[in-house]
């Protein structure tokens, strides 16, 4: 199985880096991180580049996590975003959930929680890979 391509976008360098320790400790040989701690970058990279997997911070100046979910969604259907709030109102990450976004996760993160979204979306990856084999090895028959 290839590395899934994964991006972390908060405009907290601090929770960059946190989530990116977190990931890379357990998973990797697994995933290929890249990071961005200036949302507005962030959008430059999701349009230059497709992402397995996105995380991003809901509320962020300049350019807020709903942007990022939509430009991440616009350059690939197939990617999985996990909104990451703090602050945020129970309207704002039901409407991320609504357009799209798989997962949210709370502030403070939970280094435990953040590996388990992770696991999960990893072993969804998988399947989704191993059903798109099949489907063209039934075809192709």
Do not use: C
């Amino acid at each position: 199985m290839r590395k899934l391509h994964a991006l972390i976008v908060d405009d907290d360098p601090f929770m960059v880096r946190l989530i990116e320790t977190v990931i890379a400790k357990k998973f990797a040989d697994r995933i290929q991180l890249e990071s961005s701690s200036d949302p507005v970058a962030a959008l430059q990279l999701l349009e230059a580049r497709r992402y397995d997997l996105v995380f991003t911070d809901l509320e962020m100046p300049q350019v807020d996590g709903m942007q990022i979910l939509a430009a991440a969604r616009q350059r690939n259907a197939w990617t999985r975003i996990v909104v990451i709030t703090g602050h945020s109102t129970l309207d704002r990450v039901t409407t991320a959930l609504e357009l799209g976004a798989s997962d949210y996760i709370m502030k403070p993160i939970n280094p435990g929680m953040l590996q388990d979204v992770v696991e999960q979306h990893i072993a969804q990856q998988a399947r989704w890979q191993q059903a798109a084999r099949e489907t063209l090895q039934t075809a192709n028959a």
